[in-house]
């Protein structure tokens, strides 16, 4: 793999952790929401960027779609 998709793979997992921290932090604190309203924000941080890399990626020709 290259370094690149290496990075995407990364993102990717990162935003799915934060997903699953968003939905513990949601069970566990009854009133507070400051933790997950912060895990909603970094998961839409995450995924913008993810979105861009991705863009960037098949633009710049690091990443190519299938052929069937």
């Known amino acids: 793999?290259?370094?690149y998709k290496i990075i995407?793979?990364?993102n990717l997992i990162l935003v799915l952790i934060?997903?699953?921290a968003g939905a513990v932090f949601?069970?566990?604190d009854g009133d507070?929401?400051?933790r997950v309203l912060t895990a909603?924000?970094?998961r839409i941080s995450l995924s913008i960027s993810l979105?861009?890399?991705l863009i960037g990626g098949y633009?710049?020709?690091l990443i190519t779609p299938n052929r069937f």
Request: overall charge neutral; aromatic content about 12%; hydrophobic content about 55%.
């Open 26 to 28: 949601l069970g566990k």
């Open 32 to 34: 507070n929401d400051t």
């Open 51 to 53: 979105l861009i890399l």
């Open 8 to 10: 995407v793979v990364i």
């Open 1 to 3: 793999m290259t370094f």
């Open 18 to 20: 934060s997903l699953g």
């Open 40 to 42: 909603l924000t970094v």
């Open 59 to 61: 633009y710049f020709g």
